[in-house]
C-alpha cells in the first residue's frame, strides 16, 4: 500500500513492527497492573488488543495518504 502511496514500503514495515512490539509491551504493563501476576492470559489478550489497536492505527494513517497513480486529485477544479 504504501508504494501505491509514493513512499517507502520499508519505512511503514519498521513503523509496523515497531509500533506492535512498543503497544503490545504497554499493553501487558497496563495487564499486569489491572491483573495482577496471577492471571496471565488476561494480560496476555490485553497485550494483544493494544498490538493490534497500533496495527489498524498505522494501517489508518498510511490509508489517509492520496495514491500516487490517482488522476483524480489533479483534476479538482477543472471543468
Same mark, same amino acid.
Given at each position: 500500500?504504501?508504494?501505491?502511496?509514493? +513512499?517507502?514500503?520499508?519505512?511503514?514495515?519498521?513503523?509496523?513492527?515497531?509500533?506492535? @512490539? &512498543?503497544?503490545?509491551?504497554?499493553?501487558?504493563?497496563?495487564?499486569?497492573? @489491572?491483573?495482577? +501476576?496471577?492471571? &496471565?492470559?488476561?494480560?496476555?489478550?490485553?497485550?494483544?488488543?493494544?498490538?493490534?489497536?497500533?496495527?489498524?492505527?498505522?494501517?489508518? @494513517?498510511?490509508?489517509?495518504?492520496?495514491?500516487?497513480?490517482?488522476?483524480?486529485?489533479?483534476?479538482?477544479?477543472?471543468?
Amino acid at each position: 500500500m504504501a508504494k501505491n502511496k509514493g +513512499l517507502k514500503p520499508s519505512t511503514w514495515q519498521i513503523y509496523f513492527v515497531a509500533g506492535w @512490539i &512498543l503497544a503490545e509491551i504497554i499493553g501487558v504493563m497496563i495487564g499486569f497492573m @489491572i491483573f495482577g +501476576l496471577n492471571n &496471565l492470559l488476561s494480560v496476555y489478550i490485553v497485550g494483544i488488543a493494544f498490538a493490534f489497536t497500533s496495527y489498524f492505527s498505522i494501517h489508518s @494513517i498510511l490509508n489517509k495518504f492520496p495514491d500516487q497513480d490517482n488522476e483524480d486529485i489533479n483534476n479538482i477544479g477543472k471543468p
